[in-house]
Structures are given as structure tokens and as C-alpha cells.
């Protein structure tokens, strides 16, 4: 066992890990700040908390960076447009906090308040944990775990290919459904040519919530709505 994981809970949170990734964690403690959530992080030195968002997201880049690299070699005639729908079916808010559900890693995390409040809490937790191990492992031991316990035993490509994922969609019926007005504006236009990118940005009762660009209006649109759809799930409930 480590010489970082000395109490009997550290121990336990080892056994967890090990349990459901298969490997014993080295330095325990970004593990435990993994599964800290923001609602119990405790103030330290010049008030400032420790709970496990900067694992988040460090966890969130890598965790793109991985599944992006994955994709792409998976599926080498498929174009920009289909590998970015892919991951984002993948990496979506609502499919992490399912796949921690799966995991089990809700049992793990340090929460207050109810696990009702918090929509994200779970994926978020997720994310903290790729963050954690990527720290303690590196990035070739990160993506083969990704890789072959995570996205190979949990996620169905030919299934994922079929499934449709309209995250404008989603944000519109949410904004109908709370009588709020929802406008994607074309905000900007870079490069020419074949490297033209728009730049959309989603704007809620006349407030700017996420912007994304792509090579087509479409494109950003979905793009900029995921990001919405991210951060309006993830607001604690009135």
C-alpha cells in the first residue's frame, strides 16, 4: 500500500478505487479531494476553499483530449462534424452522471445539502477523479483506464452513432418550459475560406450564457448550446 493512504479511510477509498478501476491510487489525497464537493470544502489558508473543482477541470480537458484522441482513431474516415457529435455524446453532462451512477462513485462523494440540489454533482465528481488520476499516474496510464474500463465497457459506439443528441433542442424546451427568451446570435466570423469559423453565443433574457465556434453556423450553435445545457443543469434548484 502507498505511503500516502494512512488512515483507516484512506484505506477504504483505496479499496473503492481499486474496486472499480482496477489500481491502487499513490497519492491518496487527490482522490479524496476528487470526491470533495464545493458544498463541504473546507476554507483554508487566506479563505479559500479546497473542494475538488480545479480537478474538474483539469479532469474536463483531459477527459476530451482522451476521448477526442480515441474517436479519431476509431473512425479515420469520419469528419470533423461526426468526431465532435461523438464525443460530446460521450462526455455530455447527463451521460457522466449516469456513468458515475454506474460506477457507484455517488457512494464516495462528500456532499451537503442533498443529493437533489446538485444536479452535476456526480459527473462533475467523475471528471475531478480523471483529473486526480491523470496527477497521480500520467496521461498514458489516464487514457488507457479511459480507454479500456470506462468508454469500452460502458459506452456502445454503434449505439452512440444512432443516438440522437440536439442540445439546442434541449436548451429551447428548457427555456420555453421557464418562460425565458433564448436568442443564438452569430457574434463573429474568423478566417476565410475553407478556415471560416462562426462564433454563436447563447443568450438568455438578454444575457450572454456560453459562446462556441465552428466551421458551420449549425456547428456552433450545437456547440455553444451544449456548453448552455452544461451550465443550466448544473444550477442548484430554487
Known amino acids: 500500500m502507498s505511503r500516502f493512504i494512512k488512515s483507516s479511510s484512506d484505506r477504504k477509498l483505496a479499496a473503492s478505487i481499486k474496486n472499480i478501476l482496477g489500481f491502487k491510487p499513490g497519492n491518496i489525497a487527490l482522490y479524496k479531494l476528487a470526491f470533495l464537493h464545493r458544498s463541504i470544502g473546507q476554507e483554508v489558508v487566506r479563505g479559500v476553499k479546497v473542494n475538488n473543482e480545479r480537478l474538474e477541470f483539469l479532469g474536463d480537458a483531459i477527459l476530451d483530449a482522451i476521448t477526442a484522441d480515441f474517436l479519431f482513431k ?6 470533423e462534424g461526426f468526431l465532435t457529435e461523438m464525443r460530446a455524446k460521450i462526455v455530455s453532462r447527463s451521460q457522466l452522471n449516469k456513468l458515475a451512477q454506474k460506477l457507484g462513485l455517488d457512494n464516495l ?3 451537503d445539502g442533498g443529493n437533489g440540489i446538485f444536479r452535476s454533482y456526480k459527473g462533475d465528481a467523475f471528471e475531478a477523479l480523471i483529473g486526480a488520476i491523470y496527477l497521480d499516474k500520467g496521461y498514458k496510464f489516464t487514457r ?25 433542442s434541449k436548451v429551447i424546451e428548457w427555456a420555453q418550459k421557464e418562460r425565458k427568451n433564448i436568442q443564438f446570435i452569430v457574434v463573429n466570423e474568423i478566417g476565410t475560406g475553407y478556415k471560416k469559423q462562426y462564433i454563436v453565443e447563447v443568450v438568455v433574457d438578454g444575457t ?9 453556423i449549425k456547428g456552433a450553435e450545437q456547440l455553444a448550446s451544449e456548453k448552455s445545457w452544461s451550465q443550466i443543469s448544473s444550477e442548484p434548484i430554487d
Open 144 to 168: 488507457k483506464i479511459l480507454i479500456e474500463r470506462i468508454i469500452k465497457h460502458y459506452f456502445d459506439l454503434d449505439e452512440l452513432v444512432n443516438q440522437e443528441l440536439n442540445f439546442k
Open 208 to 216: 450572454p450564457i456560453a459562446r462556441s465556434q465552428h466551421y458551420s
Open 74 to 79: 476509431i473512425f479515420p474516415t469520419q469528419d
Open 109 to 111: 462523494i462528500q456532499l
